[in-house]
């Protein structure tokens, strides 16, 4: 017996229950790299370019996830960090710290302040996927 199963959903539905992204660097380069791999692997994303909207949109959104440059132009990834974990609405969201600083005491300062994971950049793209899937299992 061969059933054929559609969905009911509206695209936008679907839309609805992908997980939001919220990707964060100052780089529209970075952010449009970004942005095609969450497309792929069926994320809904949303972007800011500093700090402060950063947790403004973390705050009114809500996201699943938040990938973090860590040096941005007004407030610096770790002082977005310690604003989100210190409130009540944003503290569990996960995020991961994608940064050019490589040293293992840049990544323990990361992980310290709260980040759940950190990238490396320049992205090996495996990794950035296997990562984002990671956080929001």
Do not use: W
Not at 22 to 51: K, P, Y
Not at 55 to 72: G, H, K, R, S
Not at 77 to 92: A, Y
């Amino acid at each position: 017996m061969n059933m054929n199963l559609q969905s009911s959903s509206s695209p936008q539905q679907d839309r609805l229950r992908q997980p939001l992204v919220l990707a964060v660097d100052d780089n529209e380069d970075n952010l449009q790299l970004l942005a095609q791999l969450l497309m792929l692997i069926e994320c809904s994303h949303i972007t800011a370019t500093d700090g402060h909207t950063a947790v403004l949109m973390a705050q009114n959104y809500q996201p699943n996830l938040i990938l973090l440059d860590m040096m941005l132009p007004d407030l610096d990834g770790i002082e977005v960090v310690c604003r989100l974990k210190q409130d009540p609405e944003t503290m569990d969201i996960p995020i991961v710290a994608v940064t050019a600083m490589a040293r293992v005491e840049d990544q323990q300062r990361f992980l310290l302040a709260g980040c759940k994971e950190y990238i490396k950049k320049p992205y090996i793209i495996e990794e950035l996927e296997a990562t984002i899937r990671r956080c929001l299992a």
